[in-house]
């Protein structure tokens, strides 16, 4: 399946997936994904659970060579490059594709070096301080640390920590960031704020958020891409893309039933 | 009929007096609990004798020449074992410096290099080395380093060969600790560092070790409180002696070396009452060593943190 999208103005693309298989040893975890991921917006992916959401997330930063058995057939072009080209070192990937993840996972260091930490990894060579100070605004935390920039990143609240996490991402000075269910821990009013954050954050940042919320991805994405899953013959089961359009569309006037059926909340 | 079974319930709550009783199963929860404290202060009472044996004796027979006095002669008055003091640090920290380095990275290779079923090799083997008797530990670094030296000709018995005996004893303590530490990392918090661009070197050394840390220093100080006190393994190894420790010229340094766990097994056994009241007092200063090393330590990882 394709997907041509007609937006008002021809935007530049950052990820394109060509036709991309997972599979976890023998069993095909997504089928035939095509994909184009724009620049300076949000892209949300919603679906299921199981559908496979997460596991395309990471796809986008070669995170998934961690898990011993996983395999990918099919390309995903990331500025003219194949990231799954042999030549192609996953720890640079990682470097320019920043990721946020489901639970916080803040460093048990401090606060300062926390949002550091990748900068010192990447050999940073300017003011370690304003970077710190940098990041940590950009993630509308800040005001809330600034004087105890020393003590642990673990002794901040769910949300401040998932901002923190953001921070420690934004500090490498990515190109996009990923973001896997990032406000799924958080109480109501950190959610409110992450999303205002990625509202800013997009204006330099390309993003993809996978979300189970769906007033969430109305609310804060542009493009929106629906995964469904079915039953494999072999019992397994197999995610596939079934439909991604800009966000209106996919909520107001999708043009698949399944679509239709999960945004109206009838299944899923 | 589902729907009488929640108002049955609720009734018997609201109606029932809530005081306590004597009920069987209020009494069944007071004898066991009170089995269990019992047999908690049983577990308590040998050790606390021990313990306060060890200091009640030690204290009276402790002075300053202790730490200043070679051992003396039997039927003589003072001395001291300040050279055994002295060869139980030297043998100590050479233990530590072979089994530290080489326990945490064996310990870091089985947690994030190894294949699984490598690993599981690793592991039986580490379990077996730690069951193995001490004595085992001194006769193999008889045969490998007091025999090679005696082979070269550099002498026979050293404190290297005591360092040697009880640093096979440390490290599968050491990795154990290690090892078990490292599973204990989230998989989150390396997911976290690879993502950020970290190599598997940056990961290790900058995310997981740190988060470890405070669990690996107390298997190490297990470790060298286990191999301080260790007396067998350095009767093959490092003998006795009661001279102090040369370290210069290096081939001073290759001779019998006295220890303190050697030390209270020699004097604790001869019939001459002072020989008797320094190895009470060697004792007692084995214990505080062990415990100056474990508050060191912790003292160590707070300041870190
Ligand atoms: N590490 C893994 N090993 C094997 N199968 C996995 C692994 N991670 C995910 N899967 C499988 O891949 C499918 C998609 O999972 P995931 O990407 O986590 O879905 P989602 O994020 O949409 O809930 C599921 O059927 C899941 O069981
Ligand atoms: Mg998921």
Redesign the pocket.
Known sequence: MSFSITTTEPQETVFSANDVKVY?GK?L?LKGISIDIFKNSVTAFI?P???????LLRCFNRLNDL?E?FHLEGKIVYHHQNLYDPQVDPVEVRRRIGMVFQKPNPFPKSIYDNVAFGARINGYKGDMDELVEKSLRSAALWDEVKDKLKESGLALSGGQQQRLCIARAIAVQPDAILMDEPCSALDPISTLRVEELIHQLKERYSIII?THNMQQASRVADMTAF?NVEPTDKGG?M?YLVEYDRTEVIFQTPKQQATQEYVSGRFG | MPESIPETANSTLTSGNLHRSLSPRTLFNEVMTALAFLCGALALIPLLAVLSYVAIQGFSSLNFSVFTELPPPPMSQGGGFGNAIAGTLIMVGIAAAIAVPVGVLAAIYLTEFSDPHTVRWIRFATNVLSGVPSIIAGVFAYGIVVLTFVGLKWGSYSPIAGGVALAVLMLPIIVRTTDESLQLVPSEMRQAAVGLGATKFQTVWGVVLPAALPAIVTGTTLAVARASGETAPLIFTALFSPFWPQIWPPQQFIAPTASLAVLVYNFAIVPFKNQQQLAWAASLILVLMVLLTSIISRWAIRQRS
């Open positions: 976890y069993f975890a679906g659970s199981g559908c496979g959401k997460s596991t898990i058995n996978v995964f089961r995610g």
